[in-house]
């Protein structure tokens, strides 16, 4: 029986971790991408600004990413190392391409790419001297799979009372500038409005004698601003040219479109910045003292290691099974373990062992996926199978299924909702199999505290050490139920069987009744009117098909048969109507109270400029931890009435359906996924709040604790 478990254990978590392992290792990113720090004087002069310039020569077929890289990828990233007084400004982007990538589309380079980046030498240094610039370049580069990478740049230049360029790198500097966007290429080419028709945003350039203009793309500065893979309809006439655009999930109105139009006209390609450009984020291009060694990472990396992140993700696991998503399921186990308390203690154990391989199986098969999936460049995280309506009105079906077992309407057999009761000893340990399996699906929309940080930690790891940790997690989820099992004392604690049993099994459904309306509320932030139609007759039709295979019963040999052929049919139904969600996707649509904002990087970089104090709450519909803070602390009056008097302002983002901006943020903070509350003061970096909110913690943070102890 044992070796039976290990075998179903390895065959769920093998895929993930060949498939992960396989991205990650079988190329190199340091033979892909070739990056060296340039600079465009011969010297450093005190006080004046010197451009340098990080190029980046990738393999033919490979790609790096623009600043807004897309449906998926990260751009890149330096963080210096310069000496004292040194300060550099924000990364001047050249114009990207379109690169597809299966049914996605990037914004990109391929070939070789030169970002220039502004460097200020403060008055003190003095000539005579050499000074050394350096930092760390981080890059994800692709071409079907993406690989992360980093280089270590360094340049020593002298500092001079005057310099000369470099005649070396004159050509090289000279490609980057024509590179450029905006004032920097040329002139406007004319009045740019946009206007709404439809569900459509159409860009107008109002300028006649484009005749010429065969070709035209927009990219937006704002992650999610547009659906990136739709076609852009190009029309020229006389009056100028329209290009039609298809709005993201951000929901920006059409005034607020910004970035860079580029042009293909008589063969020469133009690009102008339209709109205002965001303010990069301080953390950015953020600098530290020259040291010789590399620099520090994050606190929260500094303190974890691999065995501390797997100690926080078992405590983290056992604290999901308080969680009110698993409930229902781990309900249904204990009314298991009290049926088969009069069993031999032998069979009890390996059901408990039964359960624990399938919950760690699902956990090791879900991160296994993830990894996969992150080293092919996808903006996802934990709980990223929650952001798919199929998948949660799968669910949504199976736990419906399962309600109208607990109640009687159906009787589907013990192996199926892990009660055991008449079958073999083999259908009864896969009844206890597939109740941990489905305990890892209900428990992903949870984040329990200490979860965040060993997750995000995991995901910055090797394949192996992050499947070591998501291994923990799993296995304090199954601690509980296992442990009952294996000490013979506690089950002579259990009541014995009997016929309130049959009482407590029908109000068992009851919770999972409430986690299938749960779910349905999911699905209906997730797609539009016509997919929570679908969604909604898909119940129907099980219910249907749970009616009609308990019919057949007993209806002798024709009826049976067709009962049993309605039952498969409403099901089969219900699957058709599952795989056309996807094809209804509403667009972000948070509720936002009074008071709040949607969340954008190009607005929290905007506040952060203007030294405001911002907090940021990253939520889901699907998260439960998001939605108790919000009702139970960051909803409440008194808070409210402490952001108003303090000036905070509160953004909110909604990570229901995937936001490549949101999960950019998440990956900054080491986390993986929602919740995630940031405070920002002034210009300082964020302070990252725990999962489990309180009125005090939040009001310390954005320093209101007088209008607290007012209310």
């Known amino acids: 029986m044992l070796r039976l478990l290990l075998a179903l254990l390895l065959t769920l978590a093998a895929p993930g971790l060949a498939g992960a392992q396989g991205a990650m290792t079988a190329v190199k990113a340091k033979d892909l991408v070739r990056a060296r720090l340039v600079a465009e004087s011969e010297a450093l002069v005190p006080g004046r600004t010197v451009t340098l310039g990080l190029h980046m020569a990738m393999k033919p077929g490979w790609h790096v990413y623009w600043r807004n890289p897309g449906d998926s990828g990260l751009p890149p990233e330096m963080a210096w190392r310069l000496p004292e007084g040194f300060t550099v400004g924000p990364v001047q982007w050249p114009v990207p391409e379109r690169i597809p990538v299966q049914t996605l589309m990037n914004f990109g380079y391929e070939g070789a790419v030169t970002l220039l980046v502004p460097l200020k030498v403060p008055e003190s240094a003095r000539a005579g001297e050499t000074a050394r610039l350096a930092g760390t370049l981080s890059y994800l580069v692709c071409e079907e799979i993406c690989i992360p990478g980093s280089a270590e740049l360094s340049l020593d230049l002298p500092v001079a009372a005057s310099a000369e360029p470099d005649s070396g ?3 090289l500097f000279a490609r980057a500038r024509a590179a450029l966007p905006g004032a920097l290429a040329e002139a406007a080419p004319g009045p740019v409005r946009t206007t709404r028709e439809g569900d459509r945003i159409v860009l107008h350039l109002d300028r006649p004698g484009l005749a010429g203009v065969t070709g035209a793309a927009f990219f937006p500065y704002a992650e999610g601003a547009l659906d990136n893979a739709a076609p852009q309809d190009l029309a020229v006439n006389a009056a100028g040219l329209r290009l039609t655009l298809t709005p993201g999930d951000a929901g920006q109105p059409p005034e607020a479109l910004a970035g860079v139009l580029a042009l293909t006209e008589d063969g020469t390609r133009k690009a102008y910045a339209l709109g205002p450009e965001p303010a990069p984020a301080p953390t950015a291009a953020a600098t530290v003292p020259a040291a010789p060694e590399t620099p520090p990472a994050p606190a929260e990396e500094e303190t974890l ?94 736990l419906f299924a399962m309600g109208l077992s607990l109640s009687g309407a159906v009787h589907l057999g013990g192996g199926i909702v892990g009660l055991g009761d008449g079958l073999t000893r083999r259908a009864g340990y896969q009844g206890s199999f597939f109740t941990g399996v489905l305990a890892t699906l209900v428990a992903t929309p949870c984040t329990a505290p200490f979860m965040g940080a060993a997750v995000g930690f995991a995901l910055t790891q090797s394949p192996l050490a992050a499947l070591t940790v998501f291994a923990s997690l799993g296995l304090g989820l199954a601690l509980p139920f296992l442990g009952l099992t294996l000490v013979p004392q506690a089950l002579r604690l259990l009541p014995r069987p009997g016929a309130w049993m049959d009482v407590l099994k029908g109000a068992l459904a009851f919770p999972v009744y409430a986690t299938v309306a749960w779910l349905v509320w999911v699905l209906a932030q997730q797609v539009g009117p016509n997919g929570l139609l679908a969604g909604l007759t898909g119940l129907v039709l099980v219910a249907l098909a749970a009616w009609a295979w308990e019919r057949a019963r007993g209806a002798g040999r024709l009826g049976t048969g067709f009962g049993r052929v309605a039952a498969l049919a409403a099901l089969a139904a219900a699957l058709g109507l599952v795989a056309v969600l996807d094809g209804d996707r509403a667009t972000a649509r948070t509720a936002l109270a009074q008071g709040e904002e949607a969340f954008t990087q190009a607005r929290l970089d905007a506040l952060r400029s203007d030294g405001r104090t911002v907090f940021v709450d990253m939520t889901a519909a699907w998260c439960i931890t998001c939605q108790v803070n919000e009702r139970t602390v960051l909803a409440r009056e008194g808070m409210q009435a402490a952001f108003r008097e303090g000036q905070v302002v509160y953004l909110k983002g909604d990570w229901t359906n995937q936001n490549p901006e949101i999960t950019r943020l998440l990956e900054r903070h080491g986390r993986s996924g929602v919740p995630l509350y940031l405070v920002y003061r002034g210009q300082g970096e964020a302070q990252v709040l725990p999962q489990i909110l309180t009125e005090g913690i939040v009001l310390a943070a954005i320093g209101q604790k007088d209008v607290a102890a007012a209310q």
Do not use: D
């Open 169 to 171: 790198q004159a050509a």
């Open 305 to 398: 290691t691999l065995w501390s992140a797997a100690g926080l993700a078992l405590v983290g696991g056992l604290l999901l099974n308080l969680m009110p998503c698993v409930f229902p399921v781990l309900s249904i186990k204990v009314l298991s373990l009290v049926r088969q308390a009069g069993e031999s203690a032998t069979r009890v154990r390996l059901h408990g062992l039964a359960y624990t391989a399938g919950v760690l199986a699902s956990f090791l098969g879900l991160a296994g996926l993830l990894i996969a999936l992150k080293a092919g460049g996808a903006g996802i995280g934990w709980g990223f199978q929650l952001q798919s309506p199929v998948v949660v009105a799968l669910l949504a079906y199976g």
